[in-house]
DNA sequence: CGATCTACCTGATGGC
DNA sequence: TGCCATCAGGTAGATC
């Protein structure tokens, strides 16, 4: 569920509650939180070190912690498409469904992380985190030069929406936000990638950022399920400024007498204006 | 190499 | 009220 700006948000809230905090104990429960090695490798590696910093890399939550017999490790998260972080001030309050894993902070208060459909996962790894060395640039701080995405573009034929989604060609953008990021560039997403011309490719870069910083600075997209809600089980207030997505034939908010469409590409839903966008 | 499906899950919603 | 089909913010892996 969460794209980039929800993440950042979420990021946000943490790095005011964890740094210089330490680590007493961790839970995993659920076979599948953490699966890119032994789920107690989580509690070996995080019990007893201090939070040094967070940072994000596209989609991807990272916290980093501080040197134990001089190695240093990083602790990552991935919602996937249900995933929330929630701080908990008290670990006794009752755990909700879905709870698979729990780290606590220096005696009372909880990270706990909640996934129903058990998509997102947890690991442990060094701080270069080599498992993320496929992500392009992250498309809030390292997506500056129009150039860069044309040359991330070379040899794509899918829908430029498809492209778009591709974490391996620009990192952090997510099916709200694609539609969203189209939309203000003015373009459809079901035209070959391989054909956006120069001009296309600058409005895509400003556009994304445009997108992004908003959605960042209104904490994130909450739909109707509220499935995505800050560390502090908030909603956000992006979806009040969503142009089209989900928004199914409400009159274009250009006013140029274009409705609202939506349309699937590459199994996943688009919504877009057939007046402004070409 | 790139493009396109499919699987991984639970839960909400809408039609009958 | 069920019961069933469809859809959901994402990604990795298989296959062509």
């Known amino acids: 569920m969460p794209e980039l700006p929800e993440v950042e948000t979420i990021r946000l809230d943490l790095d005011r509650e964890i740094v210089g905090r330490r680590i007493d104990s961790v839970s995993i429960d659920g076979a599948r939180t953490v699966r890119r090695h032994a789920p107690e490798k989580v509690g070996r590696t995080l019990e007893g070190r201090t939070v040094t910093g967070t940072r994000r890399i596209g989609k991807y939550l990272l916290i980093d912690l501080s040197s134990r017999a001089g190695d240093v490790v990083t602790f990552v998260a991935h919602l996937r498409m249900s995933g929330q972080l929630l701080w908990t001030t008290d670990f006794s309050i009752p755990l ?102 120069a001009n296309a490719f600058k409005r895509i870069v400003a556009a994304t950022h445009e997108v992004m910083a908003a959605a960042v600075d209104a904490r994130g997209s909450s739909l109707r399920d509220q499935q995505y809600v800050d560390l502090y089980g908030v909603a956000g207030g992006a979806q009040r400024s969503h142009n089209v997505h989900d928004q199914m034939d409400e009159p274009c908010p250009r006013n140029d007498g274009g409705t609202i469409k939506r349309l699937v590409i590459g199994g996943r839903s688009a919504y877009y204006c057939p007046k402004c966008q070409r």
Do not use: C, M
């Open 96 to 197: 909700v469904k879905h709870t698979h894993a729990r780290i606590r902070f220096d005696g009372i208060e909880e990270l706990r992380f909640v996934d129903p459909r058990t998509f997102g996962e947890l690991w442990v790894t060094t701080p270069d985190v080599p498992e993320l060395d496929h992500l392009g640039p992250d498309a809030l701080k390292d997506l500056t030069d129009w150039k860069q995405l044309r040359d991330r573009f070379a040899n794509k034929r899918s829908p430029l929406k498809t492209v778009l989604l591709n974490q391996e060609v620009v990192a952090g953008i997510g099916n709200i936000y694609a539609d969203e990021i189209l939309w203000v560039a003015r373009l459809r997403g079901d035209k070959a990638a391989n054909k956006t011309s």
